[in-house]
């Protein structure tokens, strides 16, 4: 297995433009999870989703940042507008059901200059 | 949820056994803790977890004491390749949203 995949691994944008990023599952996983990553806050649940469905985005920041699942491979989040605050490595997880093992994908880093 | 407190840094050298004390005094009695490292430029990894007394696998042991209110990793014999940063969760088995936390920045030394 190709484990999970994420795109792009590097994201260098402008404050106020819009940044989309990527994520394909472990096939069969039926939860995805987006986390956030800095230096101040340290590794941060954004939203989950099951069975393509989100779940809980009690933890997405603003409403700047939005998160979709059109299918049981791919999901997006996308910030709009970005800003500079965003910079992180935002990381994208898949599991196979509940409390079972995440395993997380490489991440994309992310900066707003 | 259950908050967790690490240490922030630990220094060791090759070979040596290490003890990671994770404490979680709001662990409820249907949560596991739950260990993974991260790597620098990568994404945490699942390395093991436990519910009461000790788990054990190819990686590292976990100990529990009864109370639960606390947790210790142990990396036997480490080497250089587990410099990395370990994360001591607490959460619902059948729920998952963990809370991650600063974790622990191990450094190996020669």
């Known amino acids: 297995d190709a484990g999970v995949i994420q795109s792009p691994r590097h994201e260098v944008t402008e404050m106020g433009q819009e940044v989309t990023l990527r994520c394909k599952p472990i096939s069969g996983h039926d939860y995805l999870f987006w986390y956030r990553q800095t230096m101040m806050r340290g590794l941060e649940l954004l939203i989950y989703f099951n069975n393509n469905v989100p779940i809980d985005d009690s933890g997405m920041p603003e409403d700047r940042f939005s998160a979709k699942m059109p299918n049981a491979s791919f999901s997006t989040l996308k910030i709009q507008p970005s800003e500079p605050r965003d910079s992180a490595v935002y990381f994208c997880?898949?599991?196979?059901?509940?409390?079972?093992?995440?395993?997380f994908g490489p991440g994309t880093r992310l900066l707003v200059l | 949820l259950a908050k967790t407190t690490q240490p922030i840094s630990m220094d060791s050298y090759e070979g040596q056994e290490v003890n990671i004390t994770c404490s979680h005094n709001n662990i409820a009695t249907n949560d596991y803790i739950t260990w993974y490292q991260q790597f620098p430029s990568q994404g945490p990894r699942f390395i093991i977890q436990?519910?009461?007394t000790k788990v054990t696998n190819e990686v590292a042991s976990l100990f529990i004491p009864a109370d639960r209110k606390s947790s210790t990793l142990s990396l036997p014999r480490v080497s250089l390749s587990d410099t990395a940063v370990y994360y001591c969760?607490?959460?619902?088995?059948?729920?998952?949203?963990?809370?991650f936390g600063s974790g622990t920045k191990l450094n190996v030394k020669p």
């Open positions: 969760l607490v959460g619902l088995y059948n729920f998952n949203k963990f809370y």
């Open positions: 997880a898949s599991s196979s059901g509940v409390g079972e093992t995440q395993y």
């Open positions: 436990g519910y009461k």
